[in-house]
């Protein structure tokens, strides 16, 4: 059975470095997709032989890393003045300049298969799992594997293995010619994006106070100044060919906030602001990373940045009134809609790409756009109760809780094969459930806290799967809930002992397929994710 080795180095200081590892098991197995929960049920021919080095053979070898650093100068000054009378209470304005800059590089080795066995390596390099899954699927539930942390600790052992039996020149399924391992100290990294971005906002707001019904409204009025000037450049990593490119945005944002108080202890809020969110410098980052036709379709597929995203534009619109019927409670409701333009969604398209040493030149290339808009509106109701007659021991119980509906709605553009926009489809937003709602009990008497919190959301998009044409097909998550606890003890005024407890009720992650009326998480299951269970004790200290 081929094994692929690989090496795996993380670097402190903003530099990750990440690999692959690529298993090819026995030559049959027994799968029920769906065994019961969305879970599945598969076997091999012999699962004892998976925990058996002598089983496997040692297959390519792929050293590839890359590394990120960045770093800003923030400027930040604000003013203010204000009156104790009058229309105007408060005038306040500020300026910040921010300099942030990013640069990545990268480098990639690779060598052909071994194809010795397993068991004739050092056994410092094998590692044997158990308990996969905590017992909670019929699937194997150990193997053995490339030991991480000799990889991590002796890099350089790995690729002399590659080295000294000659495996310099070798081609993997893909197409690629494996020819280049080194080792550390002949590793060299390839600067392939640099970007700058400057960002200065400006502001000016002003407080205002008005009697209506003899009753205080209370208004805030600003605008903010926005201007972002972004620089890029990349350098190709199979030419060499080094581009640049700048992009610049730039807008007013105005903000205007009502407060009444009508009634002691009612007050009405109103909102309207424009907000920006900038694209990820990830994003940005116009090198492609490919992988070659594995399934024999005549083309390859890949991704690439856009360094000419735009920021995203929102408006916002809210309402709300809360009602405090007693010192420590209060209910309150907001109505929200958010508009938001120029969202970005992945543009996917069939390009050339000669040079690569892949097995094709043909490659499905998806990249980020500004091509999509859309609209999330709804409503929350929360509450926060604390009672003041409670007797005894009970004083200081209360609960605090919310409830969040939700609709969104986004176009998502329909493209042919060379890119252009053929037509329009609508879709959820991403990660936004419908409804969701939270419930903490609490008790804080004296030195002793105590929080228990339950948190459910319903089932919502997570993602479209991977654009090749015959996609994307939506990604759902099931309905998610977690349970935690938190502690506290203030044992003095400065010092308190604190103990979190987080998923107490061993949740899963489970996504299926869906998309309009196809698919369902019954018959469409598509993976499972064991949350963690976590305790933790902790120390606080106060200094002032």
Not at 33 to 39: K, L, P, S, V
Not at 130 to 155: C, E, K, L, Q
Not at 271 to 297: H, I, K, M
Request: hydrophobic letters at 35%; charged letters at 20%; a neutral charge.
């Amino acid at each position: 059975v081929p094994l692929v080795f690989a090496i795996q180095v993380q670097r402190v200081g903003a530099t990750l470095v990440g690999v692959g590892v690529v298993e090819q098991l026995a030559d049959r197995i027994n799968v029920d997709f769906n065994a019961g929960g969305g879970i599945p049920s598969y076997h091999f021919t012999d699962d004892a032989a998976l925990a058996q080095a002598s089983s496997w053979t040692v297959g390519e070898l792929f050293d590839n890393a890359d590394t990120n650093k960045g770093g800003a100068y923030t400027l930040h000054l604000d003013g203010e003045y204000k009156w104790d009378e009058g229309f105007v209470r408060q005038v306040k304005a500020g300026i910040r300049y921010d300099d942030r800059s990013a640069r990545s590089f990268s480098r990639t080795a690779d060598a052909g298969a071994l194809n010795v066995p397993f068991s004739t390596l050092d056994p410092r390099f094998q590692y044997t799992n158990s308990g996969f899954f905590d017992g909670r699927a019929d699937v194997p539930t150990s193997w053995i594997a490339p030991n991480g942390y000799a990889n991590n600790a002796d890099p350089d052992a790995v690729r002399q293995l590659y080295l000294s039996r000659g495996q310099l020149s070798a081609t993997n399924p893909t197409g690629v010619t494996l020819n280049n391992i080194r080792l550390s100290s002949d590793l060299v990294f390839i600067p392939v994006f640099r970007v700058n971005e400057v960002n200065m906002a400006t502001y000016i707001q002003a407080d205002t106070e008005v009697s209506i019904f003899g009753r205080p409204l209370q208004g805030q009025f600003g605008v903010r100044y926005v201007d972002v000037d972004t620089d890029v450049r990349f350098t190709d990593r199979f030419t060499g060919t080094t581009t640049r490119g700048s992009v610049n945005a730039n807008r007013f944002l105005p903000a205007v906030t009502l407060r009444y108080e009508p009634f002691d202890g009612v007050r009405l809020r109103a909102n309207y602001g424009e907000t920006l969110r900038r694209a990820a410098f990830g994003d940005l980052n116009p090198n492609f990373t490919l992988t070659g036709d594995l399934t024999q379709v005549g083309r390859g597929s890949g991704t690439q940045g856009n360094p000419t995203l735009q920021p995203t534009r929102s408006k916002n619109y809210d309402l709300g009134a809360e009602w405090y019927f007693d010192r420590d409670s209060a209910i309150y409701t907001t109505l929200f809609r958010r508009e938001i333009q120029g969202l970005v969604v992945p543009i996917s398209s069939l390009i050339q790409i000669p040079g690569t040493g892949l097995n094709t030149n043909q490659f499905v290339i998806t990249r980020p756009e500004n091509a999509s808009n859309g609209v999330l509106k709804g409503a929350e109701v929360g509450f926060t109760l604390f009672p003041r007659w409670l007797p005894g021991i009970f004083k200081g119980l209360g609960a605090q809780g919310s409830f969040t509906f939700l609709k969104s709605s986004q176009n998502i553009p329909l493209v042919d094969n060379v890119g252009n926009i053929t037509g329009q489809t609508s879709s959820d937003f991403f990660g936004v459930s419908n409804f969701s709602y939270n419930v903490t009990a609490a008790y804080d008497r004296g030195p002793v806290g105590a929080r228990l919190s339950y948190v459910w959301r319903k089932a919502f998009l997570a993602r479209n799967e991977a654009r090749l044409f015959a996609n994307p097909i939506g990604v759902w998550r099931r309905p998610e809930k977690s349970l935690d606890l938190q502690l506290t003890a203030n044992l003095t005024d400065r010092l308190g002992l604190t103990f979190d407890a987080v998923n107490l009720t061993k949740s899963k992650q489970q996504e299926y397929y869906k998309f309009e009326d196809a698919g369902g998480q019954d018959q469409y299951n598509l993976g499972t994710v064991l949350l963690a269970r976590t305790f933790a004790l902790g120390v606080r200290y106060a200094l002032d």
